[in-house]
């Protein structure tokens, strides 16, 4: 077997039964998407973490991933992927936070085609060389300011944000299709937060809170 082969099985740092163990806790914590779960247990999450972590991939936790940001924990990935696609396939995704490229890679193997946003340059080139070494190739990558979406390829059938807002930015809601899912934290840097989902109905806009969550903050302007 070829070195990078055992790198993504993640030989000699974890095995299948870590990753069986990571999924049998998320379902007894609510998830229950077959193909969500399925998608996590197959994905590689240690190549998504710097090295001297990867021994921590597959625990159910937050690791930071340098300038500030943070992987989130795979159950927020799961439970915010199975929110996406309660009411059925997607077939267009905004991405708002690329980050380490984890939950990117996640979407794009459960809708057609994600488009992903960030405003750290470096993160999102390393998030784009994970992808193309797990030959995930339906994502587009911007790289820019989060806050604003990506308003020429709108609208979107399901927009994701990895990151908290004071208030669901209006850029966002306007590049949502009619019909469409929105995925968000709301609240402030710090504290707990709360995880919104927000459908665009015929006349407006319907919220559900889905619990407590924390996230890093969506700030705007790119950094290179």
Known sequence: MREDDLARRGIGMTSQRTRERLIQRLCEEGISNPQVLEVIRRTPRHLFVDEALAHRAYEDTALPIGNNQTISQPFIVAHMSELLLEAGPLDKVLEIGTGSGYQTAILSQLVERVFSVER?????????????????????????????????????????????????PQALLDQLAPGGRMVIPVGATGELQQLMLIVREENGFSQRALGAVRFVPLLNGPVA
Not at 121 to 144: P, S
Not at 145 to 152: F, H, R, S
Not at 155 to 160: F, K, R, V
Request: aromatic content about 8%.
């Open 120 to 168: 750290i340059k470096v993160l999102q080139d390393r998030a784009k060389e994970r992808l193309l070494e797990l030959n995930l190739r339906n994502v587009v990558f911007r790289w820019g300011d989060g806050c604003e979406g990506w308003p020429a390829l709108a609208p979107y059938n399901g927009i994701i944000v990895t990151a908290v807002a004071p208030e669901v």
